[in-house]
């Protein structure tokens, strides 16, 4: 009998330590799909066994994030159902359009990147450690997803796998080296939050892109 497995890939960014951060994640995603469907909701309930979270942040960044005093904003936005007017002028707020657009411009024009603010650059800096795989990170944090996820694909399981963010690239990375280069069958469902996998600036940095990784993906 096939069975149902759950892998999340999380954002970059410290998170806290992983079974608490498990479990706050097992907690929305249950919420999320109870409003949805509430009996689907009560199976997965029941089933928190096959979710897994795969915790590269505390290898990449070496330390780990206090989150006590988010948990009350979290049980907040769990019993909230719908936007107030004042997140709604918040996420239209000058300033979120504004690093909108300085994020576009560093995208399109990679050479910018130096000239834009101090969070941008950061960013850019954090992630091309991943890119550049320094100190064999970039390697180390596909395997701990390949640890995972291999033994599924090599049972037959029926896996979802979700990245987040940075999480995603991870996942498309680690997917790419399972196919191509070790030549691991079997099917995954892929589902993206809030990635960027569409931008210039990850595109052309993934394996498989440029003929990296030892042969061009088609």
Known sequence: MTT?????????NPNPEEAVHRQLLWRTLVEGIRRSDSAVASTLRDNDAQFHLVNWNELYYHSRQDITKDIPWVDAL???????????????????????????MGDDIPLLIPLLPEVVRNTADEISRYFNNTDCVGSEV????????????????????????????IAYDTLWELARQEGVKGKVDFLTLGSPLGMHYMKHRLLGMNGQGGQKLS
Do not use: C, Y
Request: proline share 5%.
């Open 4 to 12: 149902k497995q759950i892998i999340f890939v999380p954002r970059k």
């Open 142 to 169: 596909r395997n701990l997803l390949k640890e995972t996820l291999r033994p599924m694909l090599e049972n037959q399981d029926d896996v979802l796998l979700i990245g987040h963010s940075l999480g995603s690239v």
């Open 78 to 104: 769990i019993n909230k159902h719908d936007p107030t007017e004042q997140d709604i002028r918040d996420a239209n707020s000058w300033n979120v359009w504004l690093s909108r657009a300085l994020l576009n």
